[in-house]
């Protein structure tokens, strides 16, 4: 599966980008809001998961590259999580904070929507963060999404969770 924008290339994570990704999971900036920056064990395992997750649901978090470099900046995607009890479909999004403010996230972020609902022919899908998370609630905003529940979380106190429905895209799109 590869999906492609005006400047970047999503495609599968391999694990040849274990150090690439490494990189990105370990900064403790960049992992804010997580409880904890992953060691290389646990980014190996982001990437089994995701591997599974092409398996399962032919999608998953895909890495983002640019265009212009072939550099790895991060991820996006569409994976299945718990949202309020339901599994659902949901856009994630982490992008090397050197490549931060840069609109990368949220070119990734729309071509997973367009892809959600023209390839996948999701009836909403849904993008979910830890309250204190504003650059990525802006993702969402900027994907269309409208916040639609503030949960309580053990982990982060407060998810706050964005969606989009089909219909909103049409719209959107129109």
Not at 27 to 36: G, I, L, S
Not at 148 to 172: C, Q, R, W
């Amino acid at each position: 599966m590869v999906l492609e924008t005006k400047r970047l290339v999503l495609r599968e994570l391999t694990i040849d980008d274990l150090r690439n990704w490494h990189v990105i999971l370990s900064d403790p900036e960049t992992m804010a809001h997580y409880p904890q920056p992953f060691s290389l064990e646990k980014t190996k395992q982001w990437i089994d998961w995701n591997l599974e997750n092409y398996r399962t649901y032919g999608y998953g978090l895909w890495a983002v590259i640019l265009k212009e470099s072939a550099l790895f900046i991060g991820d996006c995607g569409i994976t299945m999580q718990q949202i309020n009890g339901k599994l659902e479909p949901e856009i994630g999004y982490h992008i090397n904070k050197a490549y931060t403010g840069k609109g990368y996230a949220s070119e990734a972020a729309q071509a997973c929507r367009d892809y959600a609902f023209e390839g996948l022919k999701l009836s909403t899908v849904y993008s979910y963060m830890k309250y204190t998370n504003t650059a990525s609630r802006r993702v969402a905003e900027k994907n269309g999404m409208k916040l639609i529940a503030e949960l309580p979380d053990k982990t982060n106190g407060m998810t706050t969770v964005y969606a989009i429905t089909l219909h909103e895209y049409l719209t959107v799109k129109a």
